[in-house]
């Protein structure tokens, strides 16, 4: 499944996005003056503390809020003067959202949840079963299609959202936080398969907090108090780079692994110490950093 | 457009399918839509049947087509008209046989009480009333025993009568009268036959039967022509009494020289006027059944509000869902009435086989005047009809909630 070929190289622009709450007299900038530019297939990791805006930038990608001020133009869209219904079609066409906790409709068959933005659209009316066949392949689970949500694995259940975020073609794919209700193996089989979509030349946008998730995008965003601190790519990345240097020293040892939490927190943001409670998976026994992954193959990796 | 009856395809399937999930919580919800709809459709059914039976009731007895015409003076001329003036006649009687042919048979009538003599029986204030041979028809009664009476026997005055079977019993005459003599008011008359005796019952309850006589009205007017007299008529349609009664208004205003501004000196009834009175009765029927239809449509609905509201907040996450993968606040309006219409239309289903297991319940009861109430069709589908029009009514309020959902509100939904 290629995206769909777009007019000019740059998928997302965004030039100085403001997003301004109020709650009550206080008001809150959870976007304080963004600019980011994210080009075809690119794979590109948001990063940043809670609080520091990644959801809210998210939200608005995906098109499900508007920024206060500041253009945000999605292949050649300028989402920012739409309504909400022209944005439900931009939406419906141009995005596909994975969520942290997969939102399948439980009563539904994987089919069905993979059919279901095929509902919402005027394009593929009569090979909506076929295209959704299709996508449940190639996340393979071309043998689960009868099974619904509460039949399946955690893995499973977010290959099924990803299918069904690929379904009608979308030119970006947007995961927020898409492995945090996994486990380490079923994480790394959904990393896979999103690598696997970018060599095929899929354009990918994920938030996450894990620094090893992030570790196989091209590129890593970093944001504080809703602005950019840090946009380069992995490679480049200092606090990847240190991350990945004190992975390879401390490896095995939960305590260094903690420390090291720690202290990127307090690197990212330097005035909030008590950072995040992180995963348990961080202190499992684990290879070096990107060597290896398991294949996408589908095997019962136990249910959440 | 292909699109949209694809979705309006799959949202009432899906809409099914969350009724059958909760089949319980369904129909304890529809209950008022299910009992306003049986009640709609088993009073309506019956008040049908109850209507065609009593048809059939005035069809057996007097005919629905009867029609009566009869001189009567204005109120504003009482003073200046006597009721002889106004007296309807055998002129017009055959003025209305020639000129109304909406009118199919006629015969004028005249009764008087006049005491009858056989041997040293007598009946005092018997019914004898004189009628043209036309009579048989218009009234549809013949003779079980001897001839019917004849043109003949009225243009000559002839001293003939017919008698009811009443009339030998309480005379004490022959099984076979045919033949003999018996006395009206002192003048000696031929009995040329028996008339068959109309089943009495039904609606106009018959009570005792009586002696009745029938001579020629030459004779009677010959005897007494001073005596009430109406025509009996026959209309060719009972559908199209209206226009029977202007036909019959034209010809006798004309021969009778009324001009635009006179009031009628003459009066008409029809059957069909039975039917007005059953139909008065049907209305007040009708409308308490309209009330307390109302009444459990409109609880009915406020249920269906209800679950529907529950039904939003409790898919809040799924409504996000659909959202964020592109659904139109159109639609998903669209998808939360379509769930109401089909809550309602399911709940109409149930009342609807509740009615019709109402309507068995006159076969089984002996005795009932009532054998068969066909489910009227019209009732039918008013009933579905309201209890669409109440899931839409109802359904719109927690639809427009669940499409002006914010996306993002809705996800983060727990």
């Known amino acids: 499944m290629n995206p769909a070929s777009t007019p000019s190289d740059v998928t997302i622009d965004i030039r100085g996005m403001r997003k301004i709450y109020r709650v009550g007299d206080e008001t809150v900038r959870a976007l304080d003056g963004v600019d980011l530019t994210i080009r075809n297939n690119e794979f590109v990791a948001i990063m940043g503390a809670s609080g520091s805006g990644k959801s809210t930038l998210m939200n608005i990608l995906g098109c499900l809020d508007q920024p206060t001020t500041g253009r945000y133009v999605l292949n050649g869209k300028p989402t920012h003067k739409m309504g909400m219904s022209r944005l439900a079609r931009v939406r419906n066409e141009e995005i596909g959202f994975i969520f942290q906790s997969f939102e399948l409709l439980s009563r539904a068959s994987s089919l069905k949840n993979v059919m279901l933005p095929m509902l919402y659209s005027r394009r593929h009316l009569f090979s909506a079963r076929r295209r959704a066949k299709r996508a449940l392949d190639l996340v393979g689970l071309a043998d689960r299609m009868g099974h619904r949500p509460n039949q399946l694995s955690g893995g499973q259940r977010q290959r099924v959202a990803i299918a069904r975020a690929l379904v009608n073609e979308p030119s970006i794919l947007l995961a927020d936080e898409p492995t945090g209700n996994l486990d380490s193996k079923t994480t790394v089989e959904i990393i896979e398969l999103f690598r696997r979509l970018h060599r095929q030349g899929q354009t990918i946008v994920i938030v996450t907090h894990e620094e090893d998730v992030a570790g196989h995008a091209e590129r890593i965003v970093r944001l504080r108090d809703g602005k950019v601190i840090s946009d380069a790519a992995t490679d480049e990345d200092p606090i990847h780079r240190d991350w990945v240097r004190r992975m390879a020293e401390g490896r095995g040892s939960m305590v260094e692994v903690t420390d090291a939490e720690h202290e990127l927190n307090a690197m990212a943001d330097a005035n909030k110490p008590g950072p995040e409670v992180r995963r348990g998976w961080f202190g499992k026994k684990r290879p070096a950093e990107g060597s290896t992954v398991l294949p996408g193959g589908d095997d019962e990796s136990g249910a959440v | 457009m292909g699109a949209v009856v694809r979705l309006l395809w799959q949202t009432v399937f899906l809409a099914i399918g969350q009724v059958w999930a909760n089949k319980v919580r369904a129909v304890l919800t529809a209950l008022g839509i299910i009992i306003g709809v049986a009640s709609v459709i088993s009073v309506i059914s019956f008040l049908n049947a109850g209507r065609d039976w009593m048809l059939d009731q005035i069809d057996s007895q007097v005919g629905s087509r009867t029609m009566w015409i009869w001189g009567d003076v204005p109120d504003a001329q009482r003073g200046v008209m006597s009721w002889a003036d106004v007296r309807v006649n055998t002129t017009e009687a055959r003025l209305l046989l020639e000129r109304a042919p909406s009118i199919e048979d006629l015969t004028p009538m005249c009764n008087r009480s006049w005491e009858i003599g056989y041997g040293k029986e007598t009946v005092r204030g018997a019914?004898?009333?004189?009628?043209?041979?036309?009579?048989?028809?218009?009234?549809?009664?013949?003779?079980?025993?001897?001839?019917?009476?004849?043109?003949?026997?009225?243009?000559?005055?002839?001293?003939?009568?017919?008698?009811?079977?009443?009339?030998?019993?309480?005379?004490?005459?022959?099984?076979?009268?045919?033949?003999?003599?018996?006395?009206?008011?002192?003048?000696?008359?031929?009995?040329?036959?028996?008339?068959?005796?109309?089943?009495?019952?039904?609606?106009?309850?018959?009570?005792?039967?009586?002696?009745?006589?029938y001579i020629p009205f030459n004779t009677h007017k010959m005897m007494d022509p001073y005596s009430g007299t109406w025509f009996q008529a026959n209309m060719v349609d009972a559908e199209q009494a209206d226009e029977t009664q202007a036909e019959v208004r034209f010809v006798l205003r004309t021969h009778r020289g009324l001009s635009g501004d006179d009031e009628d000196t003459f009066e008409m009834e029809i059957v069909a006027s039975a039917i007005d009175f059953f139909n008065n009765f049907a209305m007040v029927i009708t409308g308490g059944a309209t009330v307390v239809v109302a009444i459990s449509l409109f609880v009915g609905g406020i249920g269906i509000m209800n679950i529907?509201?529950?039904?939003?907040?409790?898919?809040?996450?799924?409504?996000?869902?659909?959202?964020?993968?592109?659904?139109?606040?159109?639609?998903?309006?669209?998808?939360?009435?379509?769930?109401?219409?089909?809550?309602?239309v399911i709940g109409g289903f149930v009342g609807l086989a509740f009615a019709f297991v109402l309507t068995l319940i006159p076969k089984a009861v002996p005795d009932f005047p009532l054998d068969e109430v066909p489910l009227s069709a019209v009732a039918v589908a008013i009933g579905m009809g309201f209890s669409a029009l109440v899931g839409v009514v109802f359904g719109i309020l927690p639809a427009i909630k669940a499409a002006r959902l914010n996306p993002i509100d809705a996800l983060r939904h727990e």
Request: one cysteine or more; charged letters at 25%.
């Open chain 2, 308 to 344: 529907m509201l529950v039904s939003v907040s409790e898919r809040t996450r799924e409504i996000g869902l659909r959202k964020a993968v592109g659904a139109q606040p159109p639609v998903v309006l669209m998808q939360f009435l379509v769930e109401a219409v089909v809550l309602c």
């Open chain 2, 127 to 213: 019914s004898v009333r004189g009628v043209w041979a036309s009579w048989h028809d218009v009234e549809s009664r013949q003779v079980v025993l001897g001839r019917p009476l004849s043109r003949i026997d009225n243009e000559e005055r002839r001293h003939v009568c017919l008698i009811n079977e009443v009339a030998i019993e309480e005379l004490k005459l022959d099984v076979d009268p045919v033949g003999d003599y018996l006395l009206i008011n002192g003048r000696r008359f031929l009995i040329i036959g028996v008339l068959e005796t109309k089943e009495s019952g039904g609606i106009f309850g018959g009570g005792q039967p009586r002696t009745e006589l």
